[in-house]
């Protein structure tokens, strides 16, 4: 009866509960089996993942061999790596063969440096006050007020006060303090090499803080470093950078001079990262192999499947052009492929445009099937969409069966609570008889009334 509470063997004589339970699980049989087969689907779903894993890494390692940039690359080698280092900036534009690389001169920054200086850092430099204003590379970057009396802040008048102020006001200046042993001094560098890159520093207000430190345009002893473009001579030609790095010197090529002298730069083919695309692409084929034999073998997640038996032969088929090269061996027991390296150094030695147009009939046989394995209406697409039907119509099974043993078994609890109430009412009337009559031999016992 609806909002009734009824406790299983609450009299003692009927436990209905462990009926219910052995009825539950007798019911749910096939429920179990059910889920079996969905967990088999689930294992088959995650082996062709993993096969789509294997695929797309092989599709990368093909998309990198086929590029044409890897049968193009150079390398650089320098005679003499002090005087100058060299890297390979345009693999189109460099020129193999070697020339000469003379450096001149290195380029350096402007750099000013005081005649004197101070031996405290708290005292005032100037004895009396001006303005100082700095130009570098021809324009004015900082016009600095200083004064003589340390106890204003409003303008700066220690040596360290002065420089931090010409740092505060650009970023094309470097002021800093240098000990000498003896005094404090101020140093001004620029912070780009090249010849345009100078430093000029004058008295344009008055005041003696220029004198104080013999610095400036009036003091040239105080101009320390000159700023100076590098200079290089390639095939009999003066070069000049703002730097010590060179773009275009040789073309393709990036020069960074170090030292006078001269180094021989030479531009060869590298081939050294075709060869390895080459190695990985055919590694990333053995692995599919690999995968196939295992996972379609007899103990396999896709045992006995042929569809990515099909797909292995249908990849090794458009290898042609590179057998046809003469550029593999197969391993008959694994089915692995092999390169044949001295076959491959051979071409690349003697005929480069061979070996191109191996890989563009490479690109032409395989380019399109790997993309049809990697759209989701191909093959592996395909299989993976009908699993995922099989696992889908296995759920709505599962959930609708679930359903009617749930039904099921609740109507038998309802039936076997009706059978726990007669047996209660049957233990109430024996109560009754036996009080009056005291144990009537003619009434059944319990074990009569369950049996009945």
Same mark, same amino acid.
């Given at each position: 009866?609806?909002?009734?509470?009824?406790?299983?063997?609450?009299?003692?004589?009927?436990?209905?509960?462990?009926?219910?339970?052995?009825?539950?699980?007798?019911?749910?049989?096939?429920?179990?089996?059910?889920?079996?087969?969905?967990?088999?689907?689930?294992?088959?779903?995650?082996?062709?993942?993993?096969?789509?894993?294997?695929?797309?890494?092989?599709?990368?390692?093909?998309?990198?061999?086929?590029? #044409? /940039? $890897? !049968?193009?690359?150079? %390398?650089?080698?320098?005679?003499?790596?002090?005087?100058?280092?060299?890297?390979?900036? @345009? *693999?189109?534009?460099?020129?193999?063969?070697?020339?000469?690389?003379?450096?001149?001169?290195?380029?350096?920054?402007?750099?000013?440096?005081?005649?004197?200086?101070?031996?405290?850092?708290?005292?005032?430099?100037?004895?009396?006050?001006?303005?100082?204003?700095?130009?570098?590379?021809?324009?004015?970057?900082?016009?600095?007020?200083?004064?003589?009396?340390?106890?204003?802040?409003?303008?700066?008048?220690?040596?360290?006060?002065?420089?931090?102020?010409?740092?505060?006001?650009?970023?094309?200046?470097?002021?800093?303090?240098?000990?000498?042993?003896?005094?404090?001094?101020?140093?001004?560098?620029?912070?780009?090499?090249?010849?345009?890159?100078?430093?000029?520093?004058?008295?344009?207000?008055? #005041? /003696? $803080? !220029?004198?104080?430190? %013999?610095?400036?345009?009036?003091?040239?002893?105080?101009?320390?470093?000159?700023?100076? @473009? *590098?200079?290089?001579?390639?095939?009999?030609?003066?070069?000049?950078?703002?730097?010590?790095?060179?773009?275009?010197?040789?073309?393709?090529?990036?020069?960074?001079?170090?030292?006078?002298?001269?180094?021989?730069?030479?531009?060869?083919?590298?081939?050294?990262?075709?060869?390895?695309?080459?190695?990985?692409?055919?590694?990333?084929?053995?692995?599919?192999?690999?995968?196939?034999?295992?996972?379609?073998?007899?103990?396999?997640?896709?045992?006995?499947?042929?569809?990515?038996?099909?797909?292995?032969?249908?990849?090794?088929?458009?290898?042609?052009?590179?057998?046809?090269?003469?550029?593999?061996?197969?391993?008959?027991?694994?089915?692995?492929?092999?390169?044949?390296?001295?076959?491959?150094?051979?071409? $690349?030695?003697?005929?480069?445009?061979?070996?191109?147009?191996?890989?563009?009939?490479?690109?032409?046989?395989?380019? @399109?099937?790997?993309?049809?394995?990697?759209?989701?209406?191909?093959?592996?697409?395909?299989?993976?969409?009908?699993?995922?039907?099989?696992?889908?119509?296995?759920?709505?099974?599962?959930?609708?069966?679930?359903?009617?043993?749930?039904?099921?078994?609740?109507?038998?609890?309802?039936?076997?609570?009706?059978?726990?109430?007669?047996?209660?009412?049957?233990?109430?009337?024996?109560?009754?008889?036996?009080?009056?009559?005291?144990?009537?031999?003619?009434?059944?016992?319990?074990?009569?009334?369950?049996?009945?």
């Amino acid at each position: 009866m609806a909002g009734e509470l009824y406790v299983s063997n609450l009299a003692g004589t009927f436990d209905y509960q462990t009926i219910l339970e052995a009825y539950y699980q007798a019911q749910m049989q096939p429920v179990l089996y059910l889920q079996q087969q969905e967990d088999a689907i689930n294992t088959k779903i995650s082996a062709v993942n993993d096969f789509e894993t294997k695929i797309e890494a092989f599709y990368e390692k093909f998309d990198t061999l086929i590029s #044409g /940039d $890897l !049968l193009n690359d150079k %390398q650089v080698s320098v005679s003499n790596e002090n005087v100058l280092s060299a890297s390979v900036t @345009d *693999a189109d534009k460099a020129v193999t063969g070697s020339v000469d690389v003379t450096v001149n001169q290195l380029a350096q920054n402007d750099v000013w440096l005081s005649q004197a200086g101070v031996s405290d850092l708290d005292s005032a430099v100037a004895t009396a006050a001006g303005t100082i204003q700095i130009t570098y590379a021809g324009n004015v970057v900082a016009t600095i007020d200083y004064d003589t009396d340390t106890t204003d802040a409003a303008n700066p008048s220690t040596l360290k006060e002065i420089a931090d102020a010409i740092n505060n006001a650009q970023d094309k200046v470097k002021a800093s303090i240098i000990y000498d042993g003896t005094s404090y001094r101020l140093l001004l560098s620029g912070v780009d090499t090249g010849a345009d890159n100078t430093i000029s520093i004058s008295e344009v207000g008055g #005041g /003696d $803080l !220029l004198d104080k430190l %013999q610095l400036g345009d009036n003091y040239s002893a105080s101009h320390v470093q000159t700023a100076q @473009d *590098a200079e290089i001579t390639v095939y009999g030609t003066t070069i000049t950078s703002s730097t010590n790095t060179f773009t275009d010197a040789i073309p393709g090529v990036e020069l960074t001079v170090k030292e006078l002298g001269t180094a021989n730069v030479s531009i060869s083919q590298d081939y050294s990262k075709f060869e390895s695309a080459l190695e990985d692409f055919i590694s990333a084929y053995n692995d599919i192999v690999d995968f196939v034999q295992t996972e379609t073998g007899k103990d396999g997640r896709l045992s006995g499947n042929s569809t990515l038996q099909m797909i292995r032969s249908s990849i090794l088929s458009r290898l042609q052009p590179l057998f046809n090269a003469n550029l593999l061996d197969v391993d008959k027991d694994t089915g692995h492929l092999s390169l044949k390296t001295d076959v491959l150094d051979s071409i $690349l030695s003697s005929n480069p445009s061979e070996m191109e147009n191996v890989i563009s009939d490479l690109k032409s046989e395989l380019y @399109d099937y790997l993309i049809l394995l990697k759209d989701p209406t191909g093959p592996i697409g395909s299989m993976e969409k009908s699993l995922e039907n099989q696992k889908e119509a296995l759920d709505d099974q599962i959930e609708e069966m679930k359903k009617l043993v749930n039904d099921q078994i609740e109507n038998f609890r309802q039936q076997l609570i009706q059978v726990q109430l007669l047996q209660e009412q049957m233990a109430e009337i024996r109560a009754k008889l036996t009080s009056v009559f005291g144990t009537p031999s003619l009434l059944p016992t319990t074990n009569d009334v369950s049996a009945g």
